[in-house]
């Protein structure tokens, strides 16, 4: 087994001035390369960076609370969950806010932990802070459904291979599958799958098998075999 050494970062930004929530890589059109996209708290900006030549590229402005998930999918598009109850999409071939999608339907809305689109780029899923997830249609610009799987905050929601499958993680411990193949409009089959001793932080799926990793505020990450 080849032994790895590091010494320090290659290249260090400094654009945000507060806390950074999130980061997400893409492959970047113009440069060739990977751009790193980065946002958080303080000015509550969504920062591109060139990673191949260490130089900052956009700054984008929109949100009007701390910014705590990020998502990108199809190449320019970006996805983000705010504190302000909102959900942002970003094209960077433009580059600026292309749909702000609101979380306040039948009550006061709340905080976007958590944000994925699936892999055709037709359906997004939110996990929020007041235990619920959405699901919204991109291509026809409506709300499909809004339930509450957890007790606490929802803060991880991914889509299985496929998109089958929407698995979430949250505060209350819990680990949970929602079936997605039936009618999405109608209640869902919900299934506990997993259960730390603290609150679950992240989830992710396998990229080709229904397997999974949960990371918990008890220093433990595990691995899940899911079988449907």
């Not at 900006?45 to 191949?52: P, R």
């Not at 996805?79 to 094209?91: E, I, L």
């Not at 960077?92 to 932990?113: D, E, K, M, N, Q």
Request: some cysteine.
């Amino acid at each position: 087994m080849q032994n790895l050494a590091f010494s320090g970062p290659d290249l260090e930004f400094s654009m945000h001035d507060g806390t950074i929530r999130d980061l997400a890589f893409m492959e970047g059109p113009e440069s060739g390369g990977a751009i790193l996209i980065s946002a958080g708290a303080g000015d509550c900006n969504i920062y591109t960076t060139d990673c191949q030549r260490g130089q900052g590229l956009h700054a984008l402005s929109g949100h009007t609370g701390h910014i705590l998930a990020l998502y990108t999918w199809s190449g320019w598009m970006i996805a983000s969950g705010s504190q302000d109850k909102t959900v942002r999409f970003w094209d960077l071939r433009v580059p600026s806010c292309v749909r702000v999608i609101g979380t306040t339907f039948h009550g006061t809305g709340s905080a976007v932990a958590s944000v994925a689109v699936d892999p055709s780029g037709r359906l997004l899923a939110t996990g929020q802070e007041d235990s619920s997830c959405m699901l919204y249609d991109i291509r026809g610009g409506r709300m499909v459904q809004s339930y509450h799987p957890h007790s606490s905050d929802v803060r991880s929601v991914r889509f299985s291979p496929g998109a089958h499958y929407l698995l979430t993680g949250s505060y209350d411990m819990m680990i949970k599958v929602t079936d997605l193949q039936g009618d999405l409009t109608k209640p869902l089959p919900i299934i506990d799958v997993g259960e730390h001793k603290d609150k679950v932080i992240q989830c992710r799926w396998h990229t080709q098998d229904l397997s999974f990793l949960s990371s918990s505020a008890d220093r433990t990450v595990s691995l899940w075999a899911y079988n449907a």
